[in-house]
């Protein structure tokens, strides 16, 4: 391609044309690297532990990580403590829990959901949010994404 320049010009170019070449790949090379890495619901932690105690009636929800997925622990007005997946089942934004409400709500659409998790009608989401296991050894819970009912009995 360059054998009509000089030695010194020729190395300059192709040096040129390889870092020209260099620039366009880095990005799509980055790319494919953290696609390749990501670890997305395979990573993270199996588990979430936090203490009862975290759940307080001026702060009776936690929004935690099991597995790379969100997830809410609430603690209710009679001291009962569940789990909810926290993803709006509408178009995937994390929802909250308003106690006021009382109930789940997602400010991206007004999704609403009740204290069960069931979707209120007449708001977007179309599902409910799933009720996760939660295990509660004296004040230590451990929350897993496996569906109460599924798993063993939360005490």
């Known amino acids: 391609m360059f054998n009509h320049l ?12 390889a870092g020209g070449i260099a620039f366009f790949v880095a990005p799509f090379a980055y790319a494919i690297e953290q696609f390749v890495s990501f670890q997305g619901a395979l990573g993270g932690n199996k588990t979430a532990k936090l203490s009862a105690a975290e759940l307080t009636p001026d702060s009776p929800s936690k929004l935690v990580e099991v597995e790379g997925e969100p997830v809410i622990v609430v603690r209710e007005a009679d001291n009962q403590i569940r789990a909810f997946t926290a993803t709006c089942t509408h178009l995937g934004c994390i929802v909250s829990f308003k106690p006021q409400m009382p109930g789940f709500y997602c400010k991206c659409h007004s999704g609403r959901y009740d204290a069960n998790g069931v979707n209120i009608p007449g708001t977007r989401p179309k ?16 929350i897993s994404l496996t569906p109460k009912g599924t798993g063993s009995a939360s005490s």
Do not use: F, H, Y
Not at 10 to 15: G, I
């Open 6 to 17: 000089p030695t010194k010009r020729r190395n300059v170019l192709r040096a040129l044309v």
């Open 127 to 142: 599902s409910p949010l799933t009720e996760l296991l939660v295990k509660q050894n004296a004040d230590d819970l451990e």
